[in-house]
């Protein structure tokens, strides 16, 4: 069964609106998690990393003013997306692993459409 | 960007022919690891590889690393409509992160 659950599967918004998407391990703690974003026919871009009671690691390239994340317990971690923009929707997927060294296992992603 | 180059981009087959796709890396991996995500779906774990010259099968998959650690492979004999779907291969750089290579897209016509 899954062990990385995320909320909502599908959203749509208006610009300039904010969404919230959870990513929660389900029978593991996760002291990381990581965030990507998969436009249509393209590869996962890694987003950044989520850490722990601690403040999120950006990619280069990744406004961390607009992509807030909160990473409040180990079992949830919470990506922002502020004022999303049309140009902001894709496929966001989160990702945790069980202990540094295993594979990562991911929700079902939440495709986010801006309009 | 991205850390490894995976070929082809889309690959369309027949039925029970054979598939291949391949990752390669300038830089020595410390290990590489194997995604599948099915239209519309996520990335599903499928194998993952760490010593030089590794070599592992699932059923039809069949799995390799290179003997200098900078090349994979992924083949599928005899492909199935099941097997549609995108197969990413992935490296880790450090700090746990995984980065994902561009995916090849396997269309399988009946």
């Known amino acids: 069964g899954a062990v990385v659950s995320q909320h909502p599967s599908w959203v749509i918004c208006k610009s300039g609106t904010s969404v919230k998407i959870e990513c929660r391990s389900l029978?593991?703690?996760?002291?990381?998690m990581f965030w990507y974003r998969q436009f249509p026919k393209q590869s996962l871009m890694l987003m950044a990393t989520s850490n722990e009671g601690s403040k999120a690691t950006y990619e280069q390239g990744v406004e961390k003013d607009k992509f807030l994340i909160n990473h409040a317990s180990l079992t949830l971690s919470t990506l922002t997306v502020t004022s999303a923009h049309p140009e902001d929707s894709s496929f966001y997927i989160c990702?945790?692993?069980?202990?540094?060294?295993?594979?990562?296992?991911f929700g079902n992603g939440t495709r986010l459409t801006v309009t | 960007g991205q850390q490894v180059m995976q070929i082809p981009q889309y690959q369309h087959v027949q039925e029970g022919e054979d598939f291949t796709t391949y990752c390669n890396s300038s830089t020595t991996l410390s290990n590489i690891q194997w995604y599948k995500q099915r239209p519309g779906g996520h990335p599903v774990f499928l194998i993952q590889?760490?010593?030089?010259?590794e070599v592992k099968k699932q059923k039809r998959l069949t799995f390799q690393f290179g003997e200098a650690k900078k090349n994979s492979s992924l083949h599928i004999t005899a492909t199935q409509t099941t097997d549609v779907g995108t197969y990413f291969c992935?490296?880790?750089?450090?700090?746990?992160?995984?980065?994902f290579g561009q995916g090849t897209e396997l269309s399988v016509k009946p």
């Open positions: 590889l760490v010593k030089s010259g």
């Open positions: 029978d593991f703690q996760a002291t990381t």
């Open positions: 992935a490296e880790t750089p450090g700090g746990g992160k995984l980065i």
């Open positions: 990702s945790a692993q069980r202990s540094r060294d295993s594979p990562l296992h």
